[in-house]
């Protein structure tokens, strides 16, 4: 028999949750362990492989649907380089309109500030900005 993990041997291994782990398992991220005879889950060195991948594509920001397009494209044995590619040029894309709009609310913030006299909560132009309607 190979190797298993309970789930809390797993989640120390990955730094994952349980809950989160469980999560990934009621979405279908993850596939669900087979149980010992006491019923407990017993996770094996794919489940460990397949949350590592989940976690670094969290890390690069992808979303839970993007890493489950992912990891059936790495199962898809006619999915091409260009599939997965096309996967992360989207979610890149993605990243620059967050970025950019960060870097918008970066100047307006910048701005309020500049114009902010510090004076009395009345003149403070932080607050004004805040409460103005645009």
Same mark, same amino acid.
């Given at each position: 028999?190979?190797?298993?993990?309970?789930?809390?041997?797993?989640?120390?291994?990955?730094?994952?949750?349980?809950?989160?782990?469980?999560?990934?398992?009621?979405?279908?991220?993850?596939?669900?362990?087979?149980?010992?005879?006491?019923?407990?889950?017993?996770?094996?060195?794919?489940?460990? /492989?397949?949350?590592?991948?989940? !976690? %670094?594509?969290?890390?690069?920001?992808?979303p839970?649907?993007?890493? @489950? *397009?992912? =990891?059936d494209?790495?199962?898809?044995?006619?999915?091409?380089?260009?599939?997965?590619?096309?996967?992360?040029?989207?979610h890149?894309?993605?990243v620059?309109?967050?970025?950019?709009?960060?870097?918008?609310?970066?100047? /307006?913030?910048?701005?309020?500030? !500049? %114009?902010?006299?510090?004076?009395?909560?009345a003149?403070?132009?932080? @607050? *004004?900005? =805040?409460?103005?309607?645009?």
């Amino acid at each position: 028999m190979h190797q298993t993990l309970s789930i809390g041997e797993l989640a120390r291994r990955t730094g994952c949750q349980v809950v989160t782990i469980r999560y990934y398992e009621q979405v279908g991220l993850l596939p669900e362990p087979e149980r010992t005879s006491g019923g407990h889950r017993a996770y094996t060195p794919a489940h460990l /492989r397949r949350l590592d991948f989940i !976690k %670094r594509g969290r890390s690069l920001g992808f979303p839970l649907a993007t890493i @489950a *397009g992912l =990891l059936d494209l790495l199962e898809d044995r006619d999915a091409t380089c260009s599939d997965i590619d096309a996967l992360a040029e989207q979610h890149l894309e993605e990243v620059r309109v967050k970025i950019a709009d960060l870097r918008a609310i970066e100047a /307006r913030l910048e701005a309020s500030l !500049k %114009r902010c006299g510090r004076a009395t909560r009345a003149e403070c132009a932080v @607050a *004004g900005a =805040l409460a103005a309607a645009e």
